[in-house]
T-cell receptor, first 112, second 113 residues
Framework: AQTVTQSQPEMSVQEAETVTLSCTYD???????LFWYKQPPSRQMILVIR??????QNATENRFSVNFQKAAKSFSLKISDSQLGDTAMYFC?????????FGQGTRLTINP | EAGVAQSPRYKIIEKRQSVAFWCNPI?????LYWYQQILGQGPKLLIQ????????DSQLPKDRFSAERLKGVDSTLKIQPAKLEDSAVYLC???????????FGQGTRLTVV
């Protein structure tokens, strides 16, 4: 079975700071994908970043980057120069041959 | 490119009533997902279609929930009869390739009173 665990229910940082959200996962598959989604209060889920398991290089999208540790089954999201608009729920997700499963989420608040 | 369309956005019903949600995925996306998201939790997969066939409905409460995707495009999720614990946001998503990058609609917030 595929599982995703996010151990930080809530986080809060000041605007312009850097914040890291943690995610661990478990899967028996060798070929899979990892994602971070953002869900603002408007509730539409938006893809932030994706990582293919076969790629060793960590994915980067502007201020968002990941630290993918395959052996440790860890996939953390780093947000640099955080902005007020980054306030949202963040979900880690794992996709593969079985299904696309989500973690319980981390509520991130960026304070002015 | 048009996104995933869902309707209605909000619905309030009494317990034991029935309700239906509609979803139109992104054009060309063969995979369609219905997720249930209870307040404060992550999305839970209810059912997944590949074209018009079901590939996973292991967590769908089949005694009260049903879903169809007759022509392999849009889909309907129905609850009959509704229970209080069905209060949640119902999210529809689609993807080009199964279990990869999924695009979500705005969801339907269901309140059962």
């Amino acid at each position: 079975a595929q599982t995703v665990t996010q151990s930080q229910p809530e986080m809060s940082v000041q605007e312009a700071e850097t914040v890291t959200l943690s995610c661990t996962y478990d899967t028996s598959e060798s070929n899979y994908y990892l994602f971070w989604y953002k869900q603002p209060p408007s509730r539409q889920m938006i893809l932030v970043i994706r990582q293919e398991a076969y790629k060793q290089q960590n994915a980067t999208e502007n201020r968002f980057s990941v630290n993918f540790q395959k052996a440790a089954k860890s996939f953390s999201l780093k947000i640099s120069d955080s902005q007020l608009g980054d306030t949202a729920m963040y979900f880690c997700a794992l996709g593969g041959a079985q299904k696309l499963v989500f973690g319980q989420g981390t509520r991130l608040t960026i304070n002015p | 490119e048009a996104g995933v369309a869902q309707s209605p956005r909000y619905k309030i019903i009494e317990k034991r009533q029935s309700v239906a949600f509609w979803c139109n995925p992104i054009s060309g996306h063969a995979t369609l997902y219905w997720y249930q998201q209870i307040l404060g939790q992550g999305p839970k997969l209810l059912i997944q279609f590949q074209n018009n066939g079901v590939v996973d409905d292991s967590q769908l409460p089949k005694d009260r929930f049903s879903a169809e995707r007759l022509k392999g495009v849009d889909s309907t999720l129905k609850i009959q009869p509704a229970k209080l614990e069905d209060s949640a946001v119902y999210l529809c998503a689609s993807s080009l390739v199964p279990n990869t990058e999924a695009f979500f609609g705005q969801g339907t917030r269901l309140t059962v009173v």
